[in-house]
């Protein structure tokens, strides 16, 4: 339920700041724009809140985690589909033929490649990784502070499915996303894209968006996808069904869930009139007990 303020509500890049939680000017002397530098509690915050959502899916949803490559070659790409249309959005290695991944979903759902599965379906896997985009054509939109960056860090689930069940761990994966947001106290909505909105590789797809109060509008964190055998084709990946026949399995994933927008969410749900931030008590085990971010807390 999004919460109703007595005060103007700060956005996150006033609120950041002011706080020390990261430094916007440093991080773009160090790499340019869109890549911020956090400090002090803002980096334990960002490490708290991985660390947070790989227990809360391995724990209590099941998944295995994965500490997968942050840079993949060409066949791998093509696998999921960010190659060929997705080239110009992704950072190169040219000389040794390699991208810096967009989303752990690539390494992840490729790590089958080629294969036949034998393990008993559904195979889950969630990972956190740092993503890369260059975000061709997206310069001067949202790119104030943590909104639209060239680097940032997510965390990642990933499902290998018989076909007959992808429709219905479509819909436990997208839970398994909201779990994070509901867990955390945060006014979230999730939307179904329809047809025209689809990407070109996904049948069905769910984006779930956090209320970011200072920046009055609502932010996608997650867009949970179900592929069909559409990657399964590209990156042949399959398994041994009923008759004992080699059959491409179903592949699923979404974020559980991307931060920094996370980030901008807690910052401006949490905001007080004084303009320290109050952190869902989840967080507390991960914040050395801490539960307010003041200027004194580092």
Request: proline residues 6%; glycine residues 8%; contains cysteine.
């Amino acid at each position: 339920e999004v919460q109703a303020f007595d005060f103007e509500p700060q956005a996150h890049w006033d609120l950041g700041e002011a706080l020390g939680l990261f430094d916007l000017e440093r991080g773009a002397k160090l790499s340019g724009s869109g890549f911020p530098l956090f400090t002090g509690a803002g980096a334990r915050l960002e490490r708290a809140l991985i660390q947070f959502m790989l227990d809360l899916h391995t724990e209590e949803h099941g998944y295995v985690e994965v500490a997968p490559p942050f840079f993949c070659n060409a066949p791998t790409m093509t696998g999921t589909g960010q190659l060929p249309k997705f080239a110009e959005d992704m950072y190169t290695m040219p000389e040794d033929g390699l991208y810096a991944i967009p989303t752990a979903e690539v390494p992840v759902t490729n790590m089958y490649a080629n294969e036949i599965l034998d393990e008993t379906l559904p195979i889950l896997h969630t990972a956190y990784t740092p993503c890369f985009r260059r975000e061709a054509g997206a310069a001067g939109k949202d790119t104030r502070g943590l909104q639209r960056l060239h680097q940032f860090d997510k965390v990642e689930l990933v499902k290998f499915t018989r076909p007959e069940e992808s429709a219905v761990e479509h819909e436990k994966l997208t839970a398994n996303a909201e779990a994070v947001l509901q867990a955390l106290g945060l006014p979230y909505r999730v939307i179904e894209l329809c047809t025209g909105d689809l990407g070109f590789s996904a049948s069905r797809c769910y984006d779930i968006e956090l209320w970011a109060p200072g920046l009055d509008r609502w932010l996608e964190v997650s867009s949970c996808s179900n592929f069909g055998d559409y990657q399964a084709r590209r990156a042949n990946i399959r398994y041994r069904n009923e008759e004992g026949k080699a059959a491409f399995v179903h592949t699923i994933n979404g974020s559980g869930v991307a931060l920094p927008r996370l980030v901008i969410a807690l910052l401006e749900n949490g905001q007080q009139a004084d303009g320290s931030v109050v952190l869902p008590d989840v967080l507390a085990p991960y914040m050395r007990g801490k539960s307010v971010l003041t200027r004194s807390v580092r």
